[in-house]
């Protein structure tokens, strides 16, 4: 895409699944931000990991609970080198430390969710085949599950935020991706 790798000096992760880490190795330069939590469960040898995908050593910067609130919701600040406001939300379930990420744009806010929810549909109704996978591939489909009703209600209460999701196809815009310069 016309990158260069060492130019890449940050990767920010909203949990250490596979196909969320795939490839981190190929910014080796990278400092790789997490939430401590995640990171723990990762390195405690639950088996839903590919550990070599941190084989690499990537230098970490980890994220403690705080008392920063974003929205009413619990906000952990990144440590950048720019000064874009950055936070992960913690949206624990689907693993024990996965997190959302808030960027700010003026008075407008986007929210990566990662995996709280695959399909945007998951926000409108439970009654949703895809909701059978979100539970069987949960760390904790309680927490979960609330995680979501947060998002819902979020989502109700607020204009300025854009949520999107690794998962679902139509956030993906391949006619902006394609025509995005460095
Ligand atoms: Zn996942």
Redesign the pocket.
């Known amino acids: 895409m016309g990158f260069v790798p060492a130019y890449v000096r940050d990767c920010i992760i909203t949990?250490l699944?596979f196909?969320?880490i795939g490839g981190l190795d190929d910014f080796p330069y990278s400092t790789v931000h997490v939430a401590a939590e995640e990171y723990a469960s990762f390195a405690s040898g639950n088996p839903r990991y590919l550990h070599h995908q941190l084989g690499h050593r990537p230098k970490l910067e980890l994220y403690e609970k705080g008392a920063c609130k974003w929205f009413g919701m619990e906000a952990r600040k990144l440590k950048l080198p720019f000064s874009t406001t950055v936070y992960l939300i913690p949206l624990f379930g689907?693993?024990k430390g996965h997190c959302g990420v808030a960027i700010q744009q003026n008075e407008n806010w986007i929210l990566h969710v990662?995996?709280a929810f695959y399909l945007e549909a998951e926000l409108f109704s439970e009654a949703q085949k895809i909701a059978e996978v979100a539970s069987k591939?949960a760390d904790d489909d309680h927490q979960r599950k609330l995680s979501l009703k947060h998002l819902m209600d979020l989502l109700a209460s607020n204009k300025h935020i854009k949520m999107l999701s690794y998962h679902e196809p139509s956030f993906f815009n391949l006619e902006a991706e394609l025509s995005f310069k460095l």
């Open positions: 949990h699944d196909d969320h689907h693993t990662g995996d591939s």
